[in-house]
Structures are given as structure tokens and as C-alpha cells.
């Protein structure tokens, strides 16, 4: 056979039937993975092609055949761990059943989010998985239905929206890590997140747009009311964003002089600069300051002390949606799916009872 063209030479189907000495007709049945041939036409195409180097025109084969072969993600943070193994998930699930993935970063902002998923739209995705950044604005979303296309929500359940959702149980698992704070002593508790308000205050769960963390802050709350106390709202703070809006709701929290001695971290991002902020203003952990976190990132176990965490199954969060979605994608018809996915709480040496 032929040595390879040259790679500034595109190889086209016709090329690749010639070389085998078949149709184009045949070579395109072969290379497209549809209709029948014998093993021995089959092979030889196939020969043919690698020997040519043949690539296929994705933009030609979504036009003949209606799919693209890709899948389109929008996540929050790529640089959140949480989302980069959730992403790992999705990708090593797609991959093994023949997908490619477009990812695209909403920032946490609806417009980017909503620009995203016109860009992917536009780029004929068959699908698309969307962690939504709020919980309130879904008239993007449900676009991507009217297109013909189908939907998984990651992480972030909307039931209105009536589409295929993998989450976690973070209601319960935050109702669980609160009562452990509280069977150890500690009455004052703080939770704090990246989410905000305009004026950076909570007052009500619909106040939080991101479900997942919406749901967390209903559980803590809960849990603290079941205990006898009434005042759980006003330990929720808002808004740690960037290191310096972290640092700035620390020295608030650090500064008190009923200062929490407990705090649960939303994610591992704002856990790793809490646990920073309070080693370098010198409150000994886990005598001074318990703390825990969602997400068990690789660093909360090597600190000393290591963090105790709530480790989501994020990587299989990320699996399931993919596996959910291309199920749709081959004809699955039942009614929206919601999976919820248990915590398992991991407890290490950064909480202890309250010294004072």
C-alpha cells in the first residue's frame, strides 16, 4: 500500500476508496460506521485510511448524519478541583462511548454561561451538561430543549426544568457535618460560601442562587434550629470569592470577640485560605478554631492538622451525567432522572471541642 500523503494534503473519502480499490459508497459506509460490508472490504478500508491518514470532516459527517459526536460542558471554576474531576468524569465516560467534549467556563456569570451555550449550540454539540450558575434564569436552558438537544444539570438541581440531574446529597450531608459540630460542643457555628447578595447578606434561602449550596445552607440551618438555636442565619457569610474577600470576611469572623469556633467551608477553595488566614493570625487549630470543608481536595490531608471533609463523589457525579446523557442521545425515553449521590464524611484532626 501507499506511503501517507502529505499531511498538508486533505485526505477525502474518495482518496481513501481509491487506495482500496472500493466505491466511495462503501468506503463511506466503512468510515462512517454505518450500513454493511464483509470483514475483508472493512479491513482494507481501514487499512487504506491509516495508511492515508485520513481524518474525518466532523463538519461534513453532522451535516449527513445530524450528530456531531460532541458533547458540550459548562462548568462554574475550572480551577475548583471540584469541577476539574467532575469534568475528568465526564470526559473518560464520553470518551469510551465514542464522544468528544467541548468545555466551555461560565465564571459563576449568567451571561457567560448563557453566551457558552449559544456558542456550543451553534457548534451543533448533540448535547449538553450544564452546572447552572443560577438557579432562577433557566429561559437559556431550556432553549437548549426547544433545539432539539438534550439537557443534564450537574451538581445543581432545577426541578422546574423537568431535564436528567446528577447531584449529591448536600442537604444531608450538611444537616450531619452541623450536628457533629454540635454533639462536640460548639454553638457557634459559621458557614461560608462564595455565593452572595448585593448587601453580602443572607436572609433566606432563596437569597442563594447556586442549588447546591442553597440546599447546604438549609441543612445547616435545620440542624442548628433542632438544637435549639435561632440565630443560624447570621452566622452564613457570603461572598468569598478571591483570597482578598475571604480575607476580608476572616478578619470580620477573627476579630469578633464571639468569634465562631467552628467554621464549614463550601468548598476547598475557601477552606485552604480560612486555614491559611487563621494560621497566620495565630488561633490554634482545633483548639481555638474547628474546621471543616465540602469537597476533600488533596491538601486537606496533609496539613497539620489534616481537614475533615465532606468527599463528594465528584468524579462519579461526572460520570453519571455523561452516562445519562448519552443514554438520551441513543433514544432513551423515560421521564427526567434525578440521581443524588451520598457524601461520606471524613473526619481528621481539625475539630475538636470548643476550649472555650
Not at 167 to 187: I, K, N, P, S
Not at 189 to 216: M, W
Not at 245 to 274: H, K, Q, T
Not at 286 to 309: K, N
Request: charged residues 25%.
Amino acid at each position: 500500500m501507499k506511503e501517507a500523503q502529505s499531511k498538508n494534503v486533505i485526505v477525502t473519502v474518495a482518496d481513501v476508496a481509491r487506495l482500496a480499490g472500493v466505491s466511495k459508497a462503501t468506503a463511506a459506509r466503512v468510515l462512517g460506521g454505518y450500513g454493511t460490508v464483509s470483514d475483508k472490504v472493512r479491513l482494507e478500508v481501514k487499512a487504506a485510511a491509516k495508511a492515508l491518514d485520513y481524518r474525518p470532516n466532523e463538519l461534513a459527517r453532522s451535516m449527513t448524519t445530524g450528530r456531531s459526536g460532541t458533547i458540550g460542558v459548562v462548568v462554574g471554576d475550572i480551577e475548583n478541583p471540584f469541577f476539574g474531576s467532575a469534568v475528568r468524569g465526564i470526559s473518560d465516560m464520553a470518551r469510551s462511548a465514542g464522544f468528544n467534549v467541548v468545555l466551555a467556563n461560565s465564571g459563576e456569570d449568567v451571561d457567560v454561561e448563557r453566551a457558552a451555550i449559544k456558542t456550543l449550540v451553534a457548534k451543533r454539540v448533540d448535547g449538553l451538561i450544564v452546572s447552572p450558575a443560577r438557579a432562577g434564569e433557566t429561559e437559556h436552558l431550556k432553549e437548549i430543549g426547544r433545539s432539539g438537544r438534550s439537557l443534564v444539570l450537574l451538581d445543581r438541581a432545577i426541578p422546574a426544568l423537568g431535564v436528567d440531574t446528577v447531584t449529591a446529597d448536600d442537604r444531608q450531608a450538611a444537616e450531619a457535618v452541623t450536628r457533629l459540630l454540635l454533639a462536640r460542643g460548639h454553638r457557634r457555628i459559621a458557614y461560608v460560601t462564595a455565593c452572595d447578595t448585593p448587601d453580602h447578606l443572607y436572609r433566606e434561602a432563596s437569597d442563594i442562587h447556586t442549588a447546591s449550596v442553597r440546599e447546604r445552607i438549609e441543612g445547616f440551618i435545620h440542624a442548628g434550629r433542632d438544637a435549639g438555636i435561632s440565630d443560624m442565619e447570621r452566622w452564613v457569610r457570603l461572598g468569598a470569592t478571591t483570597p482578598d474577600s475571604i480575607r476580608s470576611l476572616a478578619a470580620d469572623l477573627f476579630g469578633n470577640v464571639d468569634m465562631p469556633s467552628a467554621i464549614i467551608a463550601s468548598d476547598s477553595l475557601i477552606a485552604l485560605e480560612l486555614f491559611k488566614l487563621a494560621r497566620d493570625s495565630g488561633i490554634a487549630m482545633p483548639d481555638a478554631l474547628s474546621l471543616l470543608t465540602f469537597h476533600d481536595a488533596t491538601w486537606t490531608a496533609v496539613t497539620t492538622p489534616p481537614v475533615t471533609v465532606v468527599r463528594q463523589p465528584v468524579y462519579e457525579l461526572g460520570e453519571a451525567a455523561a452516562r445519562m446523557l448519552i443514554e438520551r442521545l441513543k433514544g432513551v425515553d423515560a421521564p427526567p432522572r434525578h440521581l443524588v449521590l451520598p457524601t461520606e464524611l471524613i473526619e481528621r484532626g481539625s475539630i475538636a471541642p470548643p476550649s472555650r
